[in-house]
Antibody, heavy 121, light 106 residues
């Protein structure tokens, strides 16, 4: 059974940094692309970033480009999102999502339960 | 690529046939998925490649369309189907979601 477990969510002041982690189990983590998707309180879903299986390709939404960095450690079945220079508008539940092989042209087939990031002074 | 879902909300009764539409601002072939989200929970995949039912999803859910116009149909609404539904295009980056359709009890 596929399982994705996020951690690292917290209350952080504007301008601060935070790193989210997502530990995966139940599938061969090293063969699937992964992504982060966020959802602001009461709002819809927003794709944040994707990374391919071997970390050779990373992609970002314009809203986080230059501030967020996605990475993965296939030896530890873990996906990361380093978030720097956080803004109030980054407040959201951040979901880790598994891609069915690739993300582009495929789909997100499993999601974690989410980690809440609150940016506030 | 912008995805426009309609309606943004609807009220329906158990047993009703429900149709949700998703229109893309440019052609995306069949690179579209549909998700169901219940309050406080992560999204759950229903349909991918526009019309393929995800394993384990109830057969009352179906998807159709290609190019720019897509639909999600629930053939007979059940109590557990009251939720918010999102479409997602995976044709090009940035990947984008529709604004969501909230299905409520009438």
């Amino acid at each position: 059974e596929v399982h994705l477990l996020e951690s690292g969510g917290d209350l952080i002041q504007p301008g601060g940094s935070l790193r989210l982690s997502c530990v995966a189990s139940g599938f061969d983590f090293s063969t699937d692309a992964m992504a982060w998707v966020r959802q602001a309180p009461g709002k819809g879903l927003e794709w944040v970033s994707s990374i391919n299986a071997n970390s050779g390709t990373t992609l970002y939404a314009d809203s986080v480009m230059g501030r967020f960095t996605i990475s993965r450690d296939n030896s530890k079945n873990t996906l990361f999102l380093q978030m720097n220079n956080l803004r109030v508008g980054d407040t959201a539940v951040y979901y880790c999502a598994k891609c069915a092989g690739h993300c582009q042209y495929r789909h997100f087939d499993f999601w974690g339960q989410g980690a809440l990031v609150t940016v506030s002074s | 690529i912008q995805l426009t879902q309609s309606p943004s909300s609807l009220s329906a009764s158990v047993g009703d046939r429900v149709t949700i539409t998703c229109r893309a601002s440019q052609a995306i072939s069949t690179y579209l998925a549909w998700y169901q989200q219940k309050p406080g929970k992560a999204p759950n995949l229903l349909i991918y490649a526009a019309s393929t039912l995800q394993s384990g999803a109830p057969s009352r859910f179906s998807g159709s369309g290609s190019g720019t116009d897509f639909t999600l149909t629930i053939s007979s609404l059940q109590p557990e189907d009251f939720a918010t539904y999102y479409c997602l295009q995976l044709n090009d980056y940035p990947l984008t979601f529709g604004g969501g359709t909230k299905v409520e009890i009438e």
